[in-house]
């Protein structure tokens, strides 16, 4: 099954205030493991970044004016995220803003039971404490240094290893009913050659095999 695990980042809290999104990433998950196959742009959000979502991310007006338009990257976008679960923390937001944008380019909205929200699942799992992103890799040991600032990609990566504790699948599991049992085995060897490769003696250690087994033989019973 795969899965996107997404985040954003936008000028401003507040859809209806006109903010917009300025970076969108994604990283895709087959049966919870990471692929190679990640989406990610910064965006020209067509508007000031407020100073609050600048202490936040970072991202200023003058690094976002040479970025592409959402609308330029809608389409690739939701071709990424075609038919799959998407996996995010505080979905209200992300799903609000990026249904937002798909609105003024013109494209479907993204509907609500595409979505699996990690907050929802985190309050409900620790009702009465701390649930955000940081706290949660606290309370699994998810190293978080590098979230120095707001990153959707490097938000990604970190969710992603917290919704792998949160739905208690401590290792992600490959699943043998959809995947070719031989062709798992196949790509195992191209790494683990050691363990099949079969060591035939020569002529002359055998020889001398059976020469120490007669001599020992000789000395236990004579």
Partial sequence: MKEIILDTETTGLSVKDGHR??????????????TSNNFHCY??????????????????????ADKKKFFEVADEFLLFIKDKKLIIHNAEFDISHLNNELKIAGKKIIEKE???????????????????????????????????KHNALIDCELLTKVYINLIDQKEPKLNFAQTNQNLIYKKLNKTNNYFKK?????????????????????????
Avoid: M, W
């Fill in 43 to 64: 965006l020209n959000p067509e508007r000031k970044v407020s100073q609050n979502a600048l202490d936040v991310h970072g991202y200023t007006d003058q690094f976002l």
């Fill in 21 to 34: 999104i300025v970076e969108i990433g994604c990283i895709e998950l087959d049966n919870l493991i990471p």
């Fill in 198 to 222: 079969i060591v035939e003696p020569t002529s002359e250690e055998i020889k001398l095999h059976n020469e120490f087994l007669k001599n020992n033989l000789k000395k236990n019973f004579f």
């Fill in 114 to 148: 595409n979505v699996v929200d990690t907050l929802e699942i985190a309050r409900d799992k620790y009702p009465g404490s701390q649930i955000s992103l940081d706290a949660l890799c606290k309370r699994y040991r998810i190293d978080n240094s590098k979230r120095e």
